[in-house]
């Protein structure tokens, strides 16, 4: 997949890496999406060595972009959304271009797993948000995370768009950067429009993705391989 060099979107300049199965054998692919201050081979670390297990998950492709100066956007989660802007779309159109150019290679959103851990959570649980209506996901796994806005963002919470996709939410209880409220807030509304929630508040206060976690995005990537056709989607 090559790069935009032609682009005011710095996130679209750089490429993305490669994890676990070729793209062309792959019968899923996994959009790992890091945190703040990380890189592509921390979510390789973080996640994929513990989850790739070659003979549970042998054609699960990973795919990760990477955040220009290591940060999609510059305020946090919950900060008035200008104070996030211009980063805050350029990093959600990096997330299209990426999920688009898996598509044109044969690998539909239905076939795309939405998998971040912080920062990168709470972008995936926005980019997905925003594609209700217009794409299905075969899942979103929001590692300590939450839908981006401010106390008093209202979102749709009544329809199916995500109707049986399967979400995966949750996060330490004293969490020093995400609070639980707004994990069960963000669980709400995408079991309001359907989905099949499982949000997990663990009694912590460590800023991290646990082995349950990682048990549980292994299940449900598992799912997705057998309800998967054999080759390329």
């Known amino acids: 997949m090559s790069v935009i060099v032609d682009s005011p979107n710095p996130h679209l300049a750089l490429p993305p890496e490669r994890f676990g199965a ?7 692919v996994v959009i790992l ?4 201050g990380q890189s592509p081979g921390d ?3 973080q996640i994929v060595q ?68 912080s920062q990168g959570a709470c972008l995936g649980c926005e980019f997905v948000y925003r594609n209700r209506g217009r794409q299905r996901f075969a899942a979103l796994c929001a590692l300590t995370g939450g839908l981006i806005g401010p106390p008093g963002t209202e979102w749709e919470t009544v329809g199916d768009a995500f109707r049986d996709m399967p979400v995966l939410l949750g996060g330490a209880s004293a969490d020093p950067f995400v609070p639980a409220a707004r994990m069960l807030e963000t669980a709400a509304v995408f079991r309001g429009l ?13 800023h991290e993705v646990t ?13 997705i391989l057998a309800g998967s056709p054999r080759g390329n989607p």
């Open 211 to 223: 082995d349950d976690q990682i048990a549980r995005l292994r299940a449900i990537l598992t799912e």
């Open 22 to 28: 070729p793209l062309d054998a792959a019968r899923a």
């Open 33 to 36: 999406i890091h945190g703040r």
């Open 43 to 45: 979510m390789a670390q």
């Open 50 to 117: 513990r989850l790739d297990l070659p003979d549970v998950l042998p054609d699960v492709a990973y795919i990760a972009p990477a955040a220009a100066d290591q940060t999609w956007y510059p305020a946090g989660f919950m900060a008035p959304t200008e104070q996030n802007q211009p980063r805050l779309d350029f990093a959600l159109a990096r997330l299209a271009a990426l999920s688009d150019a898996l598509g044109a290679g044969g690998t539909p959103p239905s076939a795309q797993a939405i998998v971040g851990f």
């Open 194 to 206: 359907g989905a099949r929630v499982d949000a997990t508040i663990y009694p912590s206060a460590v």
